[in-house]
Structures are given as structure tokens and as C-alpha cells.
């Protein structure tokens, strides 16, 4: 067998980088997370969107948001910003930290690098239809949708749809960096980051890539999507506040941002003395569709924690702490909350649940990555942080989220995502040692 | 040992027929799914031809229409797809642990309804000069929620997720136009591992549509000959002017081949190699020698441990633009070497037209009926020699070959390039097999 023997191979983390509404450097993003000050203070109300918005509102998609590149990579990126939307700018700009951050650039042979990303749908934007629709319409303002392809068609932008493709972070990516391995993006909406560390470790596994770069970038701020997302799920209208497993939770709260990590096979990396944020242990997802939505999600996310342990060798007792969907609709925090109590029983009222979206909101596809890297920094940091917003306990949620600064985030973690409709995701991570 | 994965069970809509048979008959007899676009008043666009799902009807395809005329046409085409894979693998009567089920499709983007999008953005524009306000709050009061929660390409995958009772892994992925080549590897690659035992996999599209007309349009990727439709779609000829909007689904069930044996299930082939590479050059246009699709045929051989003279077959991407052909022709030969002459290599598009997401998953359809029957399907319209387009195209006629493996490749926007091997099943180890042959 050429393949590298699987279950010997190990994929650690080498590499982050995030855009999000708490920072769009690492650093930045920490700071926040763990800031007291910082916690107090309510975000402004974003335009549009019905809600209080977390958006990175320092992020204006121009050249200097890439982090700092190369000349020849900033051109690059200057010249296709006009083929970017906002979540593949995100997108972009986080792989280009997290690149940056590892140190791979030049250190492989560009067929063995791969990427691997999560998105969403893209929506079509209003603003990119106006002048066809301008066309179609009459002096007095009628608007005659027939004449579209007589008159509308031609005042759409000929490259138009090249921006509505999710796979478009992946792509541009692929092309700034030069990397030639595979190259592929799910679009499973929340539980996409997760399954995208399990696809490029699976890459790793069987020997088709060295490192690949996996990210996930998503926004439920651009108009249709909002819409959509008011669609799906409770929103947290009344106050626009996130707050996970609190008891008195009203609603998610729109959102967005993209984070981005390298993993690579570990001998490669340790060859090239990479600095390791730790360590993929295993993955799992699943699901339970034909069940009703509470049952559905309890079910798939007790069966992805459950088979994320056995393949990461990992028990409850062994896990410093969990990073929990913590979407702050009433249904899904409880779903999640007794799931983690179907699998880690009584530890389940020991065990520390973080939520970054108390801080974030939701940034659909995104969300999932900007929570593995908040954990990866809390294991560096040796200490978690508090869930935002979160005060009063939910009887009903019997679990334990995180309400101090100086929590020990133990040697390893769960990341879990789920979809109302079923589906869960989660990531085994520990802190390296050889 | 390497976990081997089979087919057993396949599942099509397409514009010659919905149904594995259907579909074989048509691609024999030399039909021609082109014709003129029916599914909205085209009168007046600039292309008015389409590769159409002909009289699609809900009831007929076995599914229920109250509960599925809500969703767009390429879920309703995944879940007929979808369940005639489930049907012929006989797995809804067999007794396994559900966990070991999962979905993997590779289904694109539906498009918002067209009237209700431009209604709204007319409105924003009368009342507030183009605002979000007045668009978000006319576009709730015109869209309905319920087809717009439908209108999300992981759908697909969840339903049949729920009608199937799987209880592991479901997802979509969306790579362009090699969305589902890449969820038939990528499933591949997950029972290789262990982590499942059966997949559903494969995936649908449709963009016969007023927005995925106007992409393609603006992009000029499509073919103008709107006066001859049955020879719009003219793959490696001199004369190609573009490609024409298909639509369609094909899925499949794939297992592990141990657990399709125990259960007795009839084995139609065994998917063997699968290969991903990125140009990494642009994203409009492929690189000028192919290397990226030249390296997933090369990553597909390699993980079939197949050499080039293997391959009898080749159901190449050949959407019929002028760069597409010209690339995949080069890429084939910097992948096969002098091999790529011997290799016939023909593209189905030019009956079924491009149905984007979900072609490669037909064309494995088209892969696996080669295997069975031992007739590979011509590339129709194939007539006027183009001096890049060298190989052998397999022009006018289905031709008999008797092949081992046939390979399916796909290009897709953004550099995406995606390959598949499929073998005819044979018992015993394949390692062993080979050294059998080669004594």
C-alpha cells in the first residue's frame, strides 16, 4: 500500500488567521474574546439588518485588510477584488494570515498543497440587478420583467456569476498561493467548517497532500441572506443580544466573518519547525433528518460527540473543554445541552462549554471556524473565556458555560456545530506533544 | 488492504430519459436532448436553447406533489434520482447500522425567483434609490417562505438524508462544475476509511433559469445556434461556438465492497480511482496546458494504481467551447502520453448539453451503462477536424470496446478539475487479479 498507513498519521494545526466582528488579526480577536471591558459593551446596530449586528466593521475589503503581502501577491489580490463578494473577501484575507501564520509559503511542492473550505449559498445582491432592471423599466417607472432579455441581460456585469460561485474563497486562494492540490467546498451551511477539517484530514490521510488549507467564511448580513436566516431560525429580534444557554435567550443574532487554519502531516511539519497549535485528533459527523427538529439535533450531535471520542481515543473525563454550537435560540441551545448530557452524563456539570457567538453572532458557514480557532487560542493561552451575554442559568440546559476569564481550558477540546435540521459536525483537538 | 467500494445502485434524470435505461437508449440510438427552452419565455433572450428534463412530471417519477412541488426542479430530480439508486441497491430493506449511511452530493445553487427578485429590486429603486430597506421588506412580502427555505443546495442531501434513514455524515459541496465528481471521490474516500460503510452520492443542477441564462450568457460561454439546436453542441469540432445549458441528477449508491457481498446485493462495478487538482492560474479561464486536469487524471491513475494503457474509455468534460476542448485535449495527452492516441474519448454533452454541478455524476452513469454493455456513446456533431483536437472522438457512432476501467474527466470554474475511475468488478483481490493477467 502507498498510501500512508491512516490511523498512524497524525494532522496537526500550524497556522490561523480570522476576520470576524471581534478582531481581523488573531491577536486582536484573543484580546477581545478575553477582555472584561470589552464584554460590557453592547455592539452599535449594523444597516439593514433588523438585529444588533456583530460584523467586522474594521474590514472594508480593500488591499491593506489582506494582512501584509508580498508586492507580487498584493497585485494579485487587487486586480480580483472586483470578482469578490464580501464572504470571499473574508474568506480570502483570513487563508492569507493563516498562511502567513504557519511560515509554509516555498516550503512545498505546490501539488501536494491543498485546500479545503466551508460557505454558504451565496445570494444574489440587489445592487448587481439595477441597471438591468433601470433598463427594463419605462419613463413613468414601470417596471416590464419580460423585456429582461431584450434590454436587462446586457447590463449585467459579464463576470457576475464568477461572484456567486461558494467555491470562489477556495479558488482565489488556490491561485494567490499557487496551491495545486485538491481543492474542494462544502456548502452545508453550520456544520460545513467541521466537515472540512475532516475532508482535508482525510486528504492527509491518504496521502494526496503534505498541509492543506481549511477555512469557512459566511455573513447572514447581506440582504438575501438575512432574509434567509430569518427564514431557518429565531432571531433574536426583541434585543439583538446572543445569549447562549442563558435562560432567558431569545433568538441568534445575524453575523459574519471566516477564519482559516493550515494543517499538515505532522513529520512534515516538525521537519520544518513549525510552531503547533495542537493537534487533530479525530472527527466525526452526523445525523437524524427523519426525526422531529428537537429530537433530530440531540440525536446527531450525541452521535457526532460520540464517535468524535472513540476515533479520537478520547473519553469525557479526557476532554478539558467543549466549544458548543451555541446558536442562543431556545431549541437549539437545549437540544445541544442534553446531547453533551446524553454523552458525557454527570461530567457534563463539570465540563467548561464555551460559545463564541455570544461575541460573534452568527455567521452561518463561518461561524464553526472562528469557534475552533477561539479554542485553539484558549489551549495556547492555557485559559478559556466567558460565554457573552450569558447570566442567568437555564434549568433545563444542565450544562456548564464558562463565566469567568481565568477557566483552564484543559489539554484538549471538542468543536461542535449542528444544523436545526439534524445535522451535527464536531473536531477532536489536544495540545501537541510528540 | 485497501477497503474496495462498488457500486449498487444508479439513479438519472436527464434530458434523454429518467432512468439508467432510459438513458442508455437514448445516448445508443444518437438522440439529441437540445432543443428549444421551454421552462420560462426565453422569446426574446439571446440564447433560447436548453438541454431540458422533457415533461417533467412529479407523479410520474414516483414522488408525491404536494410534497415536493415547493422545492426547485434539481432537488425534485436528486429525490427521484436518488430513490431509484436506494431501490436497485435494495439498502432501505437491509439491516445496518444507520450511522454507517451517509449523503455526499454536489448539487449547485438554485436561483431566487426571478420576478419576485427584480420586483423587489424595482421596488428598492423607486422608493428609496436602491436601499436594503425597502427591498428586504418588499422581498418578504413577495417571496414565500416555504420555496425559499427549499431554495438551498444542501436540501437534496437532506431530504434524501431523512427519506433514507441515514443516520452518518450529509453534505453537499459545490466546486463548480465538478461539484459532483468531487462528492463520489470524496464518499469514496470516507468508506476507504473507514468512517462509513454506504454512501449515497452523485448530484443534480439545473440553471435553465432567467439568472443562470444570464450568467453563462455574460460569461459567452453559451452557443448562439439558436436556429439549430441539435447541432448547437458540437464537442471538439472546429466549428464549437459554446455549450447549452443542461439539467439533471445522478446518484448512486456506493459501498463498501465486503458489505454489498454480505448482504447480497448485485454488483454493477467498482469505483476505483478518483483524482482533485486545483490550475491554481485563474479563475476565469484554465490553465493554457491543462496541468491542473492533467493532475487529477494522473492522481486518479495513481490512486487505482492503474497505468495509462489500462484505461479503455474516457468520458471527457467537452463542453464544446473553443478553450475547454483545446485544454482537455492537451491535458489528456500530458497525462496519457502516446497513450492518449489509442484511448477513445467521447462527450456525452453534445446529447445531454452541461447540466454544471451535476454532469459529472451523469457522465459516471454514462461510464458505468460503457461497462455493462460494452458500447461506448459517440460524440455527436463531432464533424469538422480542428487541427488542436487531435484524438479519437469516437464521431457519429457508438462504437463496441471491450475495456476494463473508463475514466470520467471534469473542469470546472476556478481551476476546479475533478477525475473518476470506474472498473468492471471482478472477485478476489485486485492486486492479485492484476498479477493473474500479467503472468
Sequence with gaps: MDERSSSQVRVIVTGVGVVSSAGRTVDQFWRTLTDPLHASKSYSRGDGATAGTPRPADFSGSIDDFCDLPDAQRKVIRKALKLMNRETQMGVAAGQQALADSGITGQYDPDRLGICFGADNVAIMPEDFQRGVEACSSADGHFDADRWGEDGIKEVAPLWLLKCLPNMPACHLAIINDLRGSGNTITQRDVSANMAVAEACRSIRSDTADAVLVGATGTTLTTFNHLHAGFEDEIAEYDGVCRPFDRYRTGSVPGEGAGAIVLEEMHCALRRGATIYGEVLGAASASAVRLDRMAACRTAMGSALRQTLRRSGQSPASIGHIHAHGLGTRESDLAEAQAIRDIFGDLASTTPVVAAKGHLGHAAAGSGVLELIASLLALKNGHLFPVRHYIDADPECRVRPVTRFDEPAGTSFLNVNMFGRGLASCVAVAAFSV | ?439
Excluded at chain 2, 446529447?351 to 457522465?363: D, K, R
Aim: with cysteine; hydrophobic share 40%.
Design chain 2, 1 to 439: 488492504m485497501q477497503r474496495r467500494i462498488v457500486v449498487t445502485g444508479i439513479g438519472c434524470v436527464t434530458p434523454l430519459g429518467n432512468s439508467p435505461t432510459e438513458l442508455a437508449a437514448g445516448l445508443y440510438s444518437g438522440r439529441i436532448g437540445v432543443g428549444r427552452l421551454t421552462l420560462f419565455d426565453a422569446s426574446n433572450f439571446p440564447v433560447r436553447i436548453a438541454a431540458e428534463v422533457r415533461d417533467w412530471d412529479l407523479a410520474a417519477a414516483g414522488l408525491e406533489a404536494r410534497r415536493w412541488q415547493h422545492c426547485p426542479r434539481q432537488t425534485q430530480f436528486a429525490i427521484a434520482a436518488g430513490l431509484q439508486a436506494a431501490r436497485q441497491s435494495g439498502i432501505d430493506d437491509a439491516m445496518f447500522d444507520r450511522e454507517r449511511l451517509g449523503v455526499y452530493l454536489g448539487c449547485g445553487e438554485p436561483f431566487e425567483d426571478f420576478n419576485a427578485f427584480t420586483r423587489s429590486v424595482h421596488a428598492s429603486m423607486k422608493s428609496d434609490g436602491g436601499a436594503a430597506n425597502t427591498f428586504t421588506s418588499t422581498a418578504l412580502r413577495i417571496f414565500d417562505p416555504e420555496v425559499e427555505r427549499e431554495a438551498e443546495p444542501d436540501m437534496p442531501a437532506i431530504h434524501l438524508g431523512g427519506l433514507l434513514n441515514a443516520r452518518g455524515p450529509i453534505a453537499n459541496c459545490i466546486s463548480a462544475c465538478v461539484s459532483s465528481t468531487q462528492a463520489i471521490g470524496e464518499s469514496m474516500r470516507m468508506i476507504q476509511q473507514g468512517e462509513v460503510d454506504v454512501m449515497l452520492c452523485g448530484g443534480a443542477h439545473s440553471t435553465i433559469h432567467p439568472f443562470g441564462v444570464t450568467g453563462f450568457q455574460r460569461l459567452s460561454a453559451l452557443s448562439l445556434r439558436n436556429d439549430d439546436p441539435e447541432s448547437a453542441v458540437r464537442p471538439f469540432d472546429a466549428d464549437r461556438d459554446g455549450f447549452v445549458i443542461g439539467e439533471g441528477a445522478g446518484l448512486f449508491i456506493i459501498e463498501e465492497r465486503g458489505h454489498a457481498l454480505r448482504r447480497g446485493a448485485e454488483i454493477l462495478g467498482e469505483i476505483t480511482g478518483y483524482g482533485s487538482a486545483q490550475d491554481a492560474y485563474r479563475v476565469t479561464d484554465s490553465h493554457p496546458e491543462g496541468r491542473g486536469t492533467a493532475a487529477a487524471i494522473t492522481r486518479a491513475l495513481a490512486s487505482a494504481k492503474l497505468n495509462p494503457q489500462d484505461i479503455g474509455y474516457i468520458n471527457a468534460h467537452g463542453t464544446g467551447t473553443i478553450l475547454n476542448d483545446k485544454v482537455e485535449t492537451l491535458a489528456i495527452k500530458r497525462a496519457f502520453g502516446q497513450q492518449a492516441y489509442r484511448i477513445p474519448v467521447s462527450s456525452t454533452k453534445s446529447m445531454l448539453g452541461h447540466a454544471t454541478t451535476a454532469c459529472g455524476a451523469i457522465e459516471l452513469a454514462v461510464c458505468l451503462i460503457s461497462l455493462q454493455t460494452g458500447v461506448i456513446p459517440p460524440t455527436l456533431n463531432h464533424e469538422k477536424p480542428d487541427a488542436d483536437c487531435d484524438l479519437d472522438y469516437v464521431p457519429r457512432n457508438a462504437r463496441e470496446v471491450s475495456c476494463r476501467h473508463v475514466m470520467t474527466n471534469n473542469i470546472g470554474f476556478g481551476g476546479q478539475n475533478a477525475a473518476l475511475i470506474v472498473s468492471k468488478y471482478e472477485e478476489g483481490s485486485r492486486t492479485r487479479v492484476a498479477v493473474a493477467r500479467a503472468a
